[in-house]
């Protein structure tokens, strides 16, 4: 389903990567989240992104299997830390944050804040793929917090509305 462009609106995104499936390691959950895990090292550890002039940090602990927590929460979904499971459309991807963070600007990205919990998240939403990007401010740096796909209707309502 196609929905109604508005004026201006572009439809192309020519710095979003292509999505890491699980196909092309033939199936292999092991070698896949390897291979995601690798693409994540290599935005986020090897060679950070900056946010508006800020640097962008991860949340380390608690590791699990050696990988940061923010890597699980990027890759998983759940209510509760303990119970959060690998979502294989967030694995997919996983070369989309730092893109959008770099790209924030771009007029494809819609950008505001929001207060949660007595935080402050800034939301990064590419509408056009349905991926909306969270990041919390902290005391002279901020956190990545998670990335998922919007797929319930109202959640899209609520962000259309924002």
């Not at 439809?11 to 989240?33: A, C, K, Q």
């Not at 800020?54 to 830390?81: D, M, N, V």
Request: hydrophobic share 35%; aromatic share 10%; net charge positive.
């Amino acid at each position: 389903m196609e929905r109604d462009l508005g004026a201006g609106e572009r439809t192309d995104v020519d710095w979003l990567p292509e999505l890491v499936l699980l196909e092309s390691f033939s199936g292999n959950w092991e070698n896949y989240l390897e291979a995601v895990y690798n693409c994540f090292k290599q935005d986020f550890i090897d060679n950070r992104p900056v946010f508006e002039g800020i640097k962008l940090a991860l949340k380390r602990h608690p590791l699990s299997s050696g990988k940061e927590a923010t890597f699980w929460h990027l890759i998983s979904a759940g209510q509760t830390e303990q119970e959060r499971v690998p979502d294989l459309r967030r694995c997919e991807r996983i070369r989309w944050p730092k893109p959008i963070i770099e790209n924030s600007k771009d007029t494809v990205i819609k950008c505001w804040k929001n207060v949660r919990r007595g935080e402050t998240r800034i939301c990064l939403w590419l509408e056009q793929h349905d991926y909306l990007l969270v990041l919390a401010e902290r005391k002279g740096y901020i956190l990545l917090w998670t990335g998922y796909l919007v797929i319930r209707p109202h959640q899209k309502r609520k962000l259309q509305n924002t």
